[in-house]
T-cell receptor
Framework: SQTIHQWPATLVQPVGSPLSLECTVE??????LYWYRQAAGRGLQLLFY??????ISSEVPQNLSASRPQDRQFILSSKKLLLSDSGFYLC?????????????FGEGSRLTVL | AQTVTQSQPEMSVQEAETVTLSCTYD???????LFWYKQPPSRQMILVIR??????QNATENRFSVNFQKAAKSFSLKISDSQLGDAAMYFC???????????FGTGTRLKVLA
């Protein structure tokens, strides 16, 4: 069976510090991978998605970046965090290449920037 | 731009009663897919129901059903015989064939009253 893991679950960082959130999918190959941010009143905002190794599409200009160094690994990074980067970050994957199948989500990472 | 709108930030329903959550979307594409996701207090996102736009028949999953009005670009979720475990945040989402993107609404918080 397929599983998705995100870590760390909780992170408290000072303004200006770097960030690295990791997401790994197991039990499947060549998944589409996604990073979302959930902020109060704004729903789920799509940040990045990837359809293959090294292929990253950015949806929102911001202080964040994403990388996919391996087929089932997706990393969200920042060189210098801003207060506005605080939120709940969700990684997700889907196996369907053309038809939009179910999006499977990780447990999420709560980031607080102080 | 493709958008998904949920105009009800919060809804309440009495246990065992029926509630309908609203969702509208905006697209010029003809081939797309619609979803309802549930996010309980644990924050783990769970797929409730999925609808292909080319199918006229409304999708159902046990106590959950949708009213898909393609011309009106409306996709509402009906929950029958509401249970305490239905209390959660509900997100409507849309994905367009070939784009790989899943766009979510801002969510509706559902409270179930005993």
């Amino acid at each position: 069976s397929q599983t998705i893991h995100q870590w760390p679950a909780t992170l408290v960082q000072p303004v200006g510090s770097p960030l690295s959130l990791e997401c790994t999918v197991e039990g499947t190959s060549n998944p589409n991978l996604y990073w979302y941010r959930q902020a109060a009143g704004r729903g789920l905002q799509l940040l990045f998605y990837s359809v293959g190794i090294g292929q990253i599409s950015s949806e929102v200009p911001q202080n964040l970046s994403a990388s996919r160094p391996q087929d089932r690994q997706f990393i969200l990074s920042s060189k210098k965090l801003l207060l506005s980067d605080s939120g709940f970050y969700l990684c997700a994957w889907t196996r369907d290449r053309a038809n939009a199948g179910e999006l499977f989500f990780g447990e999420g990472s709560r980031l607080t920037v102080l | 731009a493709q958008t998904v709108t949920q105009s009800q930030p919060e809804m309440s329903v009495q246990e065992a009663e029926t509630v309908t959550l609203s969702c509208t979307y905006d697209t010029s594409e003809s081939d797309y897919y619609l979803f309802w996701y549930k996010q309980p207090p644990s924050r783990q996102m769970i797929l409730v129901i999925r609808q292909e736009a080319y199918k006229q028949q409304n999708a159902t999953e046990n106590r959950f059903s949708v009213n898909f009005q393609k011309a009106a670009k409306s996709f509402s979720l009906k929950i029958s015989d509401s249970q305490l475990g239905d209390a959660a945040m509900y997100f409507c989402a849309c994905s367009w064939w070939g784009t790989y993107k899943y766009i979510f609404g801002t969510g509706t918080r559902l409270k179930v009253l005993a």
